[in-house]
């Protein structure tokens, strides 16, 4: 279909479909633009770029030249106004068409948006990314950008039975984003499949080398204990996906458990949310939701020393996290994406237990769908260590080929 019958095709579905949903934020003159876009694409690029005439949607905290950011907030847009992401840009060069901007929960926090989930509107998408989880999810653009702090990709990705990557932090470079937590914010992928999460990737990651040749057979580490959130039924398909991968699987207990990164990470993300809305907030306060209010209070009363020991915690974590990988022979960290299927009610994005450490390692991390049949979405969460972006895609396909 050439670019103009695709932008009528793609209108009619967000028309048909997402008054309901409502993954988009609101746009009334989506189909102008992007006519318009598609009659210049028809006439730029004769030897078609990767991402030809692809629609995609953008997050609401990335900037997209031309149209406003509200980062899922009342503040007026124009104090959130900035130049257009670096990734967006990329995708932009390779012709891919800017569906639209999709819903987040507020400042990529914990207060949702107004998104439903494709498989079952009464329960959550998950978030923060929740727009773009959905509108892969249901088929409206088979391609979206997220960001990541501690769940926001594999999360919703999971509970919209989509694939999610974020890569190495800073892999994607982060400019052009309403911040959350700086020195932890990752732009992510959301995709209709592992091929398209794979296109994205290449054109999004700085230096990215595809895999050459074959690679041995991933050795697969499940750290135990912390699996103990996850709801029973949910840890049961994990258990058995990973028997049907048929690798080697070594289950380890990390000294002193996972949960202290927890603890570190949630210090550091509330004293860098409290900076980074330093100016926004005293003026206009009244406007934040009443969740994101809390946590920039609570970020205010956290000290640069209490901030400076969380950040060695977090340094001395990513240390040790990084010898054990090694001295076990450990490819891959597996574990269930989520604590379970998406909750019911959209009052909550659902718990990022399981994404949390790694995030905070800043390791790329990637889910892919596990959902038995006539089931609420699942997903299987794949996490390699620092800068192996490439390889842990390569061997969640075959990860993939081994479970058909």
């Known amino acids: 279909m050439d670019p103009e019958g695709a932008v009528e095709a793609l209108c009619a579905r967000i028309d048909r479909l997402d008054p309901m949903l409502r993954s988009f934020t609101p746009e009334p003159g989506r189909y102008a633009r992007l006519a318009a876009e598609a009659r210049a694409l028809a006439h730029s690029h004769p030897d078609r770029p990767p991402l030809y005439g692809v629609p995609v949607g953008v997050k609401d905290v990335l900037h997209v030249d031309g149209l406003p950011t509200h980062a899922g907030s ?20 390779a012709d891919a068409l800017v569906a ?63 694939v999610g990557f974020r890569p190495t932090y800073g892999r994607i470079p982060p400019d052009g984003m309403i911040a959350c937590a700086p020195s932890l914010d990752t732009i992510g992928v959301l995709a209709a499949g592992l091929a398209d999460a794979e296109r994205a990737a290449a054109l999004l990651c700085d230096g990215w080398a595809p895999v050459r040749g074959s690679l041995p057979a991933p050795v697969l580490g499940v750290p135990d204990p912390y699996l103990d959130p996850v709801d029973p039924a949910a840890l049961a398909v994990f258990e058995t996906v990973l028997g049907e991968l048929g690798l080697t699987v070594r289950r380890l207990a990390p000294a002193g458990g996972l949960d202290p990164l927890v603890e ?7 004293y860098e949310l409290a900076r980074v809305h330093s100016e926004l907030f005293p003026r206009f306060g009244r406007l934040y939701r009443p969740e994101t209010a809390a946590a920039i209070r609570h970020g205010q009363e956290i000290t640069t020393a209490e901030y400076a020991a969380a950040h060695r915690d977090l340094t001395r974590h990513r240390r040790d996290l990084t010898a054990l990988t090694t001295t076990e022979g450990i490819d891959l960290w597996a574990t269930p ?16 237990v399981m994404s949390t450490p790694w995030s905070a390692l800043g390791w790329p991390a990637l889910t892919l769908p596990t959902t038995p049949a006539d089931s609420l979405p699942l997903g299987l969460q794949l996490i390699a260590p620092a800068h192996h972006d490439e390889r842990l895609l390569t061997w969640a396909g075959e990860c993939g080929g081994r479970r058909r």
């Open 264 to 270: 570190a990470v949630e210090v550091v993300t509330r």
């Open 74 to 93: 009342a503040l007026p847009p124009g104090v959130l106004a900035g130049p257009e992401a670096t990734a967006v840009r990329r995708l932009r060069r």
């Open 337 to 352: 994406a989520a604590t379970g299927p998406p909750p019911p009610g959209l009052e909550s994005t659902g718990d990022p």
């Open 100 to 162: 639209g901007k999709t819903v987040t929960a507020e400042f990529s926090l914990g207060a949702p948006g107004p998104t439903r989930n494709p498989h079952d509107p009464t329960r959550t998408p998950g978030g923060s990314s929740s727009g773009s989880a959905a509108a892969v999810a249901a088929g409206l653009v088979p391609l979206a950008l997220g960001t990541q702090t501690l769940g926001s990709v594999i999360r919703p990705a999971a509970y919209c039975g989509v």
